[in-house]
């Protein structure tokens, strides 16, 4: 089974420039979490979409948005680029909760994206 | 308050040795889920090992194993026979509550170096 995958890998943007990353899911995972992790703020929680739906929202200002589209598939858009927003996005599904095994919650996160902002 | 702790930046241990990672949690759920995640310099966070809250027996997986004591709200990994290759960023989470779908909050991470 492939497993996550996000692109681009790595990214050079200038600030007040926007962004936007991608994200495939695991085949048959309908919920895409994305997370920002940085040396200073560590991992922090983004959103999650499940179901073209977002679930769940993160402390992030507004810049920061994203979207799942019907196969799943997810992109987070970074408005109004801040050198601050340097940072590794990672990507990571899970199985649908509904329908998933009260033991089968882990999430498998993609390679991530390097985003520096210069 | 911090919702994980990990108390130690960076650890050593010699090839071969059994390692005990600490995860310290906080939370007034009684529903919810511990992990733990490994981050080779790559980047990509690797999934080792998850306890549910409500499960009585410590999960194991392989060389893995998560010492739960559910009273102290601790989640130590315990590696054991360490090898080169598990150098790497070792990573507690937590999930709370089984209606929160799949947000996780994060430890700050340990780094292993595993000495041959």
């Known amino acids: 089974k492939a497993g996550v995958t996000q692109t681009p890998r790595y990214l050079i943007k200038t600030r007040g420039q926007q962004v936007t990353l991608s994200c495939s899911p695991i085949?048959?995972?309908?919920?895409v979490s994305w997370y920002q992790q940085t040396p200073g703020q560590g991992l922090q929680f983004l959103f999650e979409y499940f179901s073209e739906t977002q679930r769940n929202k993160g402390n992030f200002p507004g810049r920061f948005s994203g979207r799942q589209f019907s196969n799943s598939r997810s992109e987070m858009n970074v408005s109004t680029l801040e050198l601050g927003d340097s940072a590794l996005y990672l990507c990571?599904?899970?199985?649908?909760?509904?329908?998933?095994?009260?033991?089968?919650?882990?999430?498998?996160f993609g390679p991530g994206t390097r985003l520096t902002v210069t | 308050a911090q919702k994980i702790t990990q108390t130690q930046p960076g650890m050593f241990v010699q090839e071969k040795e059994a390692v005990t990672l600490d995860c310290t949690y906080d939370t007034s759920d009684q529903s919810y889920g511990l992990f733990w995640y490994k981050q080779p310099s790559s980047g990509e966070m690797i999934f080792l090992i998850y306890?549910?809250?409500?499960?009585?027996q410590n999960a194991t997986e392989g060389r893995y194993s998560l010492n739960f004591q559910k009273a102290r709200k601790s989640a130590n990994l315990v590696i054991s026979a360490s090898q080169l290759g598990d150098s790497a960023m070792y990573f507690c989470a937590m999930r709370e509550g089984m209606s929160a779908g799949n947000m996780l909050t994060f430890g700050g991470g340990t780094r292993l170096m595993v000495k041959p």
């Open positions: 306890q549910g809250s409500y499960d009585e």
């Open positions: 990571a599904s899970s199985i649908d909760l509904a329908s998933g095994s009260y033991y089968t919650y882990e999430q498998y």
């Open positions: 085949s048959g995972h309908r919920s």
